[in-house]
């Protein structure tokens, strides 16, 4: 079992920048794959990013590549997300999310999750 709390969320204005930080317990982080998603009021969580056990691969969807950037800090038992040039459609609640080996990058499938963080981004 891994438990996962995710910091670093709140207002910024358009073009701005936000880090956002993803702290497990309870297991060596480095034997999970995690990801990010997000959801909006209404939507249906939207995968962000992902990156392998070792950080030596990453994934993104398409409506941040380029903009965002995930990595690891394995002997921290953190993950990152690092987000710039936002756009008031990012605004949602970011989670980041652990399994052990995903059955696919992309969905919302992970074994574990943290409680989100917010993200506001004004125009």
């Known amino acids: 079992q891994v438990r996962l709390v995710e910091s670093g969320g709140g207002l910024a204005q358009a073009g701005g920048s936000l880090r956002l930080s993803c702290a497990a317990s309870?297991?060596?982080?480095?034997?999970?794959?995690v990801g990010w998603f997000r959801q909006a009021p209404g939507q249906e969580r939207q995968f962000v990013a992902a990156i392998d056990w070792n950080g030596r691969y990453t994934y993104y969807g398409d409506d941040v590549k380029g903009r965002f950037s995930i990595s690891r800090d394995n002997d921290k038992n953190l993950v990152y997300l690092e987000m710039n040039s936002l756009k008031p459609e990012d605004t949602a609640v970011y989670y980041c999310a652990a399994d052990r080996v995903p059955r696919s990058w992309h969905l919302a499938e992970y074994d574990y999750w943290g409680q989100g963080t917010q993200v506001t981004v004004s125009s």
């Open positions: 309870g297991r060596a982080l480095s034997d999970f794959a």
